[in-house]
């Protein structure tokens, strides 16, 4: 067998082990002694095998809170919000109808931002819908228990737009990918604007609600960005630098 043939019964095997798990994210890594014959990765979500170059996208996952901490940072930069803000003073019907231990005007921003919220969702990671935020309940005091919630970046996405008047995305990309000429990061997909302002696929015109995913999704402060190595690395230099990108500052570093 040549190597041509090797390398092409190697990507044949993985791609066809992908298909049969789901479309999970795959790599295959060739070497012989210390030289890399064969380099090639996916990231799921039923892409092909490719090789790595400067233009590859990479999945950030649970890593995209960074990119929200920076604009929640740029948002308190601006005076749109504070960290310290209730959420209830963005979001009024946040545990209106739970069964709370505690006031929830106690939960902030910076609660949420820290998993500290002290919130329980009545909700399962394979439920097709929307968190109910009238129903989340705080069951500890806010800022006591560290509890990495996925449902509390939910809480965090509907903060960011009514606060701004606009949708999550939108916000992220006119303030911070954009601005800091981070072309090729983003999100998977795009929302049409027709949809409530929750994270959905690309609506099914027949059946738009049905198209809701949860934390492993895209279009969520918790998953979803997809980014260039180039990119990743300029923007922790961003952050490295206390929110200053060309003269102009994007938050401060006593806020950071």
């Known amino acids: 067998m040549t190597r041509s043939e090797l390398i092409e019964d190697l990507l044949h095997y993985v791609e066809t082990t992908q298909s049969q ?30 090789e790595v170059d400067a233009s590859s996208l990479w999945p950030l996952c649970s890593a995209t809170k960074g990119y929200i901490a920076a604009l929640l940072l740029n948002l308190c930069h601006e005076n749109i919000l504070n960290l310290d803000d209730p959420v209830v003073l963005h979001v009024p019907e946040f545990c ?3 069964d709370n231990r505690f006031d929830p005007g106690l939960a902030t921003i910076r609660h949420f931002a820290s998993h500290v ?12 819908t929307a968190p109910d935020l009238t129903t989340a309940r705080i069951a500890d005091e806010p800022g006591k228990e560290f509890n990495y919630a996925l449902p509390g970046m939910h809480v965090l996405q509907r903060v960011l737009e009514a606060a701004s008047g606009e949708r999550f995305p939108q916000i992220l990309y006119d303030r911070i990918l954009n601005p800091l000429g981070l072309r090729h990061s983003g999100y998977r997909y795009d929302l049409d604007s027709s949809v409530p302002m929750l994270p959905m696929r690309p609506p099914d015109p027949q059946q738009p609600r049905d198209a809701y995913l949860r934390a492993n999704a895209n279009l969520h402060p918790s998953h979803g960005t ?6 990743f690395n300029r923007f922790g230099q961003f952050w490295l630098g206390d929110g200053e990108f060309e003269g102009k500052r994007y938050f401060s570093a006593s806020l950071k």
């Open 21 to 50: 798990l789901g479309d999970c994210p795959s790599a295959v890594v060739a070497s012989q002694g210390d030289t890399i014959l064969l380099e090639r990765y996916s990231s799921g979500d039923g892409a092909k095998l490719g």
């Open 96 to 98: 209106s109808a739970g």
């Open 117 to 128: 919220s002290g919130v329980e969702f009545d909700i399962s990671f394979k439920d097709q």
């Open 226 to 231: 997809y980014v260039t190595a180039l990119e």
